[in-house]
């Protein structure tokens, strides 16, 4: 690159072998720490509190309750104008599929030892994915775009945006049925760190 050259950012949408197979590696672990979740039946991610929510009302599996809330979150990105990338696509389709593929292969944790095990180990798979997924650089998540957005359209800090977002859909995932408790509120508190450290572990950060 000639010396004063802008560099190119990598296209969202056209990705080598090794950045797809990040992404997919990513959403899957992702997907599957979301199942561990819901399996220790100990209170789910907020979204997936809405998941499940929906998922009981509609008589659908989580996977598939997670793709049509997806779907309904991507269709609020047309007038906030936010542009999409193959990881936005496959984010969708990936994290529900495994959902629904982990929790069918799972067994029924009934000590409580297990299913605190349950949440730690979800977070875990998340925190890690999420590093997998973010550095293969291919575009947001449904929810993290509508996040970003809003922040560019109101100019409130990104902790209040996602604080808003995220606390409106886990009232909303409550009352339609979805399940909320201490594994929310660990979710909630952990989740920051174990992202730090899967970015880490994959290479997206450096000590």
């Keep these: 690159m000639s010396a004063g050259a802008v ?3 990598p296209s969202r949408w056209r990705a080598s072998p090794a950045r797809l197979g990040r992404l997919l590696l990513g959403l899957w672990l992702f997907g599957a720490g979301d199942a561990v ?3 220790g039946g100990l209170g789910n991610t907020p979204w997936t509190v809405l998941g499940e929510g929906v998922a009981e009302r509609l008589d659908l599996s989580i996977g598939v309750a997670t793709f049509v809330v997806s779907l309904l979150v991507l269709l609020a990105w047309i007038p906030l104008r936010e542009r999409l990338g193959l990881g936005t696509v496959l984010n969708v389709i990936v994290i529900s599929v495994a959902i629904d593929v982990t929790l069918a292969l799972l067994p029924d944790p009934r ?3 297990w299913r605190a095990a349950c949440v730690l ?3 875990a798979l998340i925190g890690l994915g999420s590093g997998f997924y973010l550095t293969a650089d291919l ?5 993290d775009g509508w996040m970003t957005a809003f922040h560019r359209r109101t100019g409130r800090p990104i902790w209040l945006v996602r604080l808003a977002i995220e606390g409106s859909v886990v009232v909303a995932g409550w009352l339609l049925g979805g399940t909320l408790g201490l594994g929310t509120l660990v ?3 952990l989740i920051g760190a174990a992202v730090d450290l899967g970015l880490r572990l994959t290479g997206g950060l450096r000590t």
Aim: no cysteine.
């Design 7 to 9: 560099p190119v950012a």
């Design 37 to 39: 979740l819901v399996a």
């Design 111 to 113: 000590a409580l030892v």
């Design 121 to 123: 180990a979800g977070v």
């Design 139 to 143: 575009g947001p998540g449904p929810r």
């Design 187 to 189: 979710f909630a508190v």
